[in-house]
């Protein structure tokens, strides 16, 4: 929607839209704000975040915040009480695997069911699909993927790779002056994530003043510490299928301590790909071993499917 067209838009805050309220609330009534919760299905939403997604609690409590935000934003309205409309372009920074673009993606669900945005579509993209690598092909590069996001997320992985501090001309610079303009012309229409490590992020805001100041939100993502990755253990092999008891959880256990001091490891992607593995050696181990099986062959992880 545009600005011009929302109703207490291009108010001072604070005013009453009184073109606005005709259509909208009496001043003086009421609003039951457990039912307009309970119709945006934030309740709903949260709980799905808190059963899928392990630990990530001040994540989980921005989001909790950002809901509010929106929905009191949305009630105000109705009042024609006029706001400038929220920025919500935001920086998630923690290390690979820890939660990122999965929590970008419930973000673009939760920003359509309360209605900032038309679509709630996710789009993920690196430097390299903004990025041309001649001259005159980076705008049209990032204005097709500007395009492809309208109405929902622009995820940008690894951001601080557009800014190349040694290289002046570089085209990442371009693609940089596009996004900055559409951020801020075009909030209503689409919300950008930048995402990657903190220590990085932090010197990409440093030297691109005009992104910082355009981004509202940080939220960290901490690494999990071992009984969470356990946890996500767990939940992945419930929704796979799979058992993982007794000592296969002990061997299991330890298998993720020893990758965690690992200079690749990738939390939670780290726990999936351990799981991937130990299915294969499960199945290959009740084929070479196995005439037939049962149900709880074919669902318990033994202590053998996680050593290498
Ligand atoms: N807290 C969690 N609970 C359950 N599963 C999780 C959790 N965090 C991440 N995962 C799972 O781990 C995998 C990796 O997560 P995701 O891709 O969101 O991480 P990321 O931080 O975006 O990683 P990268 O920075 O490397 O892109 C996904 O399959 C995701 O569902």
Redesign the pocket.
């Known amino acids: 929607m545009n600005t011009a067209t929302r109703p207490g838009f291009g108010m001072r805050p604070g005013e009453i839209d009184t073109e606005a309220t005709e259509a909208a609330i009496p001043e003086r009534s009421r609003v039951d704000l457990a039912a307009e919760r309970d119709e945006a299905g934030i309740d709903e939403l949260m709980s799905s975040l808190d059963d899928?997604?392990?630990?990530?609690r001040e994540v989980k409590t921005r989001i909790r915040e950002v809901a509010a935000l929106l929905l009191v934003d949305r009630v105000r309205q109705r009042f024609g009480v006029s706001s400038t409309r929220p920025n919500l372009h935001m920086c998630f920074t923690?290390?690979?695997?820890?939660?990122?673009?999965?929590?970008a993606m419930r973000m673009a669900g939760l920003l359509h069911r309360i209605g900032y945005l038309e679509r709630g579509h996710l789009v993920a993209v690196t430097r390299d699909d903004l990025v041309g690598q001649y001259v005159g092909h980076t705008a049209p590069k990032t204005k097709e993927v500007l395009k492809r996001a309208m109405g929902g997320v622009l995820f940008i992985?690894e951001a601080y790779y557009l800014y190349r501090a040694e290289n002046e001309r570089d085209y990442g610079q371009e693609s940089i002056e596009i996004l900055l303009q559409v951020m801020e012309n075009q909030r209503e229409d689409v919300v950008v994530i930048l995402?990657?490590y903190g220590d990085r992020m932090a010197e990409f805001f440093h030297s691109n003043p005009g992104m910082s100041s355009r981004v509202a939100h940080h939220i960290e993502?901490d690494d999990?510490d071992l009984g969470?990755l356990e946890s996500?253990a767990g939940?992945?092999s419930e929704q796979d299928g799979y058992r993982i008891g007794g000592e296969a959880a002990e061997v299991f256990r330890e298998l993720l301590d020893e990758q965690r001091a690992r200079p690749r490891f990738?939390?939670?992607?780290t726990?999936?790909n351990v799981l991937e593995r130990a299915r294969l050696r499960h199945a290959s181990r009740l084929v070479d071993t196995l005439d037939d099986c049962g149900l709880d062959d074919l669902v318990r992880l033994e202590p053998v499917d996680f050593k290498s």
């Open positions: 899928e997604l392990i630990g990530l923690g290390n690979p695997g820890t939660g990122k673009t999965t929590v992985d995402a990657g993502f999990y969470e996500i939940l992945m990738a939390n939670a992607r726990v999936r």
